[in-house]
Antibody, heavy 123, light 110 residues
């Protein structure tokens, strides 16, 4: 059974960098059939896509966050990570990691999600 | 592009409800549309993928469709149950792999 688990600080100071890691179990993050993504949800708001990292290390980011976001993968640990710099209170949200089918032969969807982790930006 | 959903819908148990998702630019048919259900305090789960496909375990009361004339996708839930009360999000993408979520629709079953 595939599982994703987010980890990282729950509190980040304004202007600093938010760093989260998603640990994947039950599947290889190197699988060529999938991308791995980050999605966030501000309190009481909707889902906002942050970005994906796909086979071969290709990255795709939300244009509204692109200048501040980096997503990377560590295949040796079966993890992928999110860095969001220069954070403000507007970045306070529940951050989810998810698996994304984007290649022929697999369903085109975010099919597995982590439980989400709340990150609060405050001094 | 944007995906626009109604903020909320409500209907009685046993009835049928349809939630729309309108794409602002580009053809709704050019990229698959997915629908996610999110209950309070939980992560989203897929109820429809690739426009009309249901994951295993999702009851056939859930169906999806595309209407090119209105450039919109729809999620229809028939035989409403109180357990269907949740937020529903549509999601699609564009030719340069930018993902977009709709703003979400709160379904109340009363």
């Amino acid at each position: 059974q595939l599982q994703l688990q987010e980890s990282g600080p729950g509190l980040v100071k304004p202007s600093e960098t938010l760093s989260l890691t998603c640990t994947v179990s039950g599947d290889s993050i190197s699988s060529s059939a999938y991308c791995w993504g980050w999605i966030r949800q501000s309190p009481g708001k909707g889902l906002e896509w942050i970005g994906n990292i796909c086979h071969g290390g290709s990255t795709y980011y939300n244009p509204s966050l692109k200048s501040r976001v980096t997503i990377s993968v560590d295949t040796s640990k079966n993890q992928f990570s999110l860095n969001l710099n220069s954070v403000t209170a507007a970045d306070t949200a529940v951050y989810y990691c998810a698996r994304r089918g984007r290649y022929p032969g697999v369903p085109d969807e975010f099919d597995y999600w982590g439980q989400g982790t709340l990150v609060t930006v405050s001094s | 592009f944007l995906l626009t959903q109604p903020h909320s819908v409500s209907e009685s148990p046993g009835k049928t409800v349809t939630i729309s998702c309108t794409r602002s630019s580009g053809s709704i048919a050019s990229n698959y549309v997915q629908w996610y259900q999110q209950r309070p305090g939980s992560s989203p789960t897929t109820v429809i993928y690739e426009g009309y496909e249901r994951p295993s375990g999702v009851p056939d009361r859930f169906s999806g469709s595309i209407d090119s004339s209105s450039n919109s996708a729809s999620l229809t839930i028939s035989g409403l149950k109180t357990e269907d009360e949740a937020d529903y999000y549509c999601q699609s993408y564009d030719s340069i792999n930018q993902e977009v979520f709709g703003g979400g629709t709160k379904l109340t079953v009363l």
